[in-house]
């Protein structure tokens, strides 16, 4: 199997990579600029002039693509879906927690609730919408995946996580956050495994 990292020069990114290179996986990475990463296989390229031909080496894609730009979240689920639909390849995205529902009739969403920060809901809007997009596309091999409420990116790697579903879920103390560090590990089980396609899943820290 190989596997390409999509924008992994981020934090996440970053933390991605380490995960795959750390299991001895066939990892290829691609970053627009200068490599920050500790793999030695690059490509380098804007995401947005990606092409078929830089994906047909790989088996699983895993986006780690992150904007300010809320609209581009979509643009980039839309244009990943054009270029892997009908194959056997799966894209699996790191996505956001907004879209998670807090009932379980899954009629509320955490980014509706009153205490949502105002200033992270048009991020949360954009990442929703690809997540929307992706449910509509049988065609294609992908999972999104959204991290616990507090996605903390300097918080302690424990080496395991709870998965979850549609819902926002809680640890035994009652949070609902995870690492970086952890959510890269919940990232790899994924694309090693492939438990779960054509789905949303979430994960919390322990």
């Not at 894609?61 to 581009?72: A, E, Y």
């Not at 105002?118 to 449910?135: F, Q, S, T, V």
Request: proline share 2%.
């Amino acid at each position: 199997m190989k596997y390409l990292v999509l924008a992994a020069n981020g934090k996440e990114g970053q933390l991605v990579t380490n995960e795959a290179i750390n299991r001895n996986l066939d990892v290829t990475v691609m970053v627009r600029g200068e490599n920050k990463t500790v793999a030695k296989n690059v490509i380098k390229k804007d995401l947005f002039d990606i092409s078929y031909d830089d994906l047909k080496p790989f088996d699983v894609v895993l986006s780690c693509f992150g904007s300010s730009n809320f609209d581009d979240h979509l643009k980039i689920t839309k244009k990943l879906y054009q270029l892997l639909k009908n194959t056997n390849k799966r894209l699996i995205i790191n996505g956001g927690a907004g879209s998670l529902y807090v009932d379980s009739k899954h009629q509320q969403r955490m980014m509706d609730v009153n205490d949502f920060p105002e200033a992270y809901k048009p991020i949360a809007n954009g990442m929703a919408k690809a997540l929307d997009y992706l449910r509509d596309c049988d065609d294609f091999l992908w999972t999104y995946i959204s991290p616990a409420q507090l996605f903390n990116a300097t918080g302690e790697r424990k080496n395991d996580y709870i998965l979850g579903g549609e819902q926002q879920i809680y640890n035994s103390k009652g949070e609902s956050e995870i690492s970086y560090a952890d959510f890269a590990i919940a990232m790899i089980d994924e694309a090693t495994k492939g438990n779960h396609l054509k789905q949303r899943i979430s994960v919390v820290g322990i």
